[in-house]
T-cell receptor
Framework: DGGITQSPKYLFRKEGQNVTLSCEQN?????MYWYRQDPGQGLRLIYY???????QKGDIAEGYSVSREKKESFPLTVTSAQKNPTAFYLC?????????????FGPGTRLTVL | DAKTTQPTSMDCAEGRAANLPCNHS???????VYWYRQIHSQGPQYIIH???NNETNEMASLIITEDRKSSTLILPHATLRDTAVYYC?????????????FGTGTRLKVLA
């Protein structure tokens, strides 16, 4: 069963702690993305990766870090430097470099910082 | 960057067609229009996309005006499960990769 998985669905952390969100895909997609969504808002791009061992900052990368050591995995770390980390985090993947590059999204992780 | 404008909310009677408009007046010639929907607290679900021609799949139809400045997503027979936020998105090529520019979408409520 192909798709994108994110875990956990809900995550609670104390202020000042780093936390890592998991994203795995078995679609053999080259590109992966992380978005943040705040209540009543659209999605904003945090980081993206077109290929293993390479990634670029999106529009709101400050306070976040990523790695792409494997094609199927793109974990996101929310660091203590992120001022407002409580949000809904969405991971997506797509074929890279193709003319029609549809992104497919995972179910999301809701992070609450107490 | 090309942006999209959508109505904040719409209602539709169950069984009727839902027509969701989107304006993208600054779209460039090689930019695709994508539609996704998001049910509360879930990841966005891909619906359909197009460049110039009208498109249809098992979920919906996409009508793009000839000047490409606007489009309409049509759900032919809306059901209660179609209640969701619908996003009209223009896909841009930035530094060699494809970026989606998300707005706040249209909240569609299908009424019994």
């Amino acid at each position: 069963d192909g798709g994108i998985t994110q875990s956990p669905k809900y995550l609670f952390r104390k202020e000042g702690q780093n936390v890592t969100l998991s994203c795995e895909q078995n679609l053999n997609h080259d590109a992966m993305y992380w978005y943040r969504q705040d209540p009543g808002q659209g999605l904003r791009l945090i980081y993206y990766s077109q290929i293993v061992n390479d990634f670029q900052k999106g529009d709101i990368a400050e306070g976040y870090s990523v790695s792409r050591e494997k094609k199927e995995s793109f974990p996101l770390t929310v660091t203590s430097a992120q001022k407002n980390p409580t949000a809904f985090y969405l991971c997506a993947s797509s074929w890279s470099g193709r003319a029609e590059d549809t992104q497919y999204f995972g179910p999301g992780t809701r992070l609450t910082v107490l | 960057d090309a942006k999209t404008t959508q109505p904040t909310s719409m209602d539709c009677a169950e069984g009727r067609a839902a027509n969701l408009p989107c304006n993208h007046s600054t779209i460039s010639g090689n930019e695709y229009v994508y539609w996704y929907r998001q049910i509360h607290s879930q990841g966005p679900q891909y619906i359909i996309h197009g460049l110039k021609n009208n498109e249809t799949n098992e979920m919906a139809s996409l009508i793009i005006t000839e000047d490409r400045k606007s489009s309409t997503l049509i759900l032919p027979h809306a059901t209660l499960r179609d209640t969701a936020v619908y996003y009209c998105i223009v896909r841009l090529v930035v530094s060699g990769t494809y970026k989606y520019i998300f707005g706040t979408g249209t909240r569609l409520k299908v009424l019994a």
